[in-house]
């Protein structure tokens, strides 16, 4: 089992559509990522968490510790916001970043 | 530049070939790292540079990688012996002082392809 799961795999949403993209994972963490790559690979960092809510935008991260959950919220959804999103996660006393196989999202016009 | 650049943007090689790779990080950042990603898969770390040093190289997956970054700037990750499983986007991120619990900004990658 890996240790950062993400669901779903593949999201197909319509222009508006509130959208929520999950991740588990299994192991003690000090900050969790999320991460949005568009085709052609380049990667852009959106949000760093280690409790609680972050707001940017029309992105929205929570996280909760207990629970080893976090989800990313894309309200108004857009087909600009099309790409792959992937989680994450700092393994407590660790510098090393392990990641989910990313959710990607399609947004139709 | 403002970001991190990554030369070649694209390399084909044959296999037993020697690779080189180049991170340019962002000016100031002291920490560097480098990320293997196959496709449909989700990035996998490889080493993790503070200045000069490599403070963690536990993910580099065998000895014929190797990645140095002598001025703590511009790093080069170094293949050997290419194989064709060695086939992936090789993706460098750099931060402002390491520690991973802070924002990493990454490059555009290079793809690799091994005949």
């Known amino acids: 089992k890996n240790e950062v799961e993400q669901s779903p795999q593949n999201l197909t949403a319509q222009e508006g559509e509130f959208i929520t993209i999950n991740c588990s994972y299994s192991?003690?963490?000090?900050?969790l990522h999320w991460l949005q790559q568009h085709p052609g690979g380049g990667i852009v960092s959106l949000f760093m968490?280690?409790?609680g809510k972050k707001k940017h935008g029309r992105l929205i991260a929570t996280i909760n510790i207990q629970e080893k959950h976090s989800s990313l919220h894309i309200t108004a959804s857009h087909p600009r916001d099309s790409a792959v999103y992937i989680c994450a996660v700092l393994r407590a006393g660790s510098y090393q970043l392990t990641f989910g196989k990313g959710t990607k999202l399609s947004v139709i016009p | 530049g403002a970001g991190v650049s990554q030369t070649p943007s694209n390399k084909v090689t044959e296999k037993g070939k020697y690779v080189e790779l180049r991170c340019d990080p962002i000016s100031g950042h002291t920490a560097l790292y480098w990320y293997r990603q196959s496709l449909g898969q989700g990035p996998e770390f490889l080493i993790y540079?503070?200045?000069?040093?490599?403070?963690?190289d536990s993910g580099l997956p065998n000895d014929r990688f190797f990645a140095v970054r002598p001025e703590g700037s511009v790093s080069t990750l170094k293949i050997q012996r290419t194989e064709r499983g060695d086939s992936a986007v090789y993706l460098c991120a750099s931060s402002l002082s390491g520690g991973g619990g802070e924002t990493q900004y990454f490059g555009p990658g290079t793809r690799l392809l091994v005949l």
């Open positions: 192991v003690g963490i000090s900050a």
């Open positions: 540079f503070q200045g000069t040093g490599a403070a963690d």
């Open positions: 968490l280690s409790s």
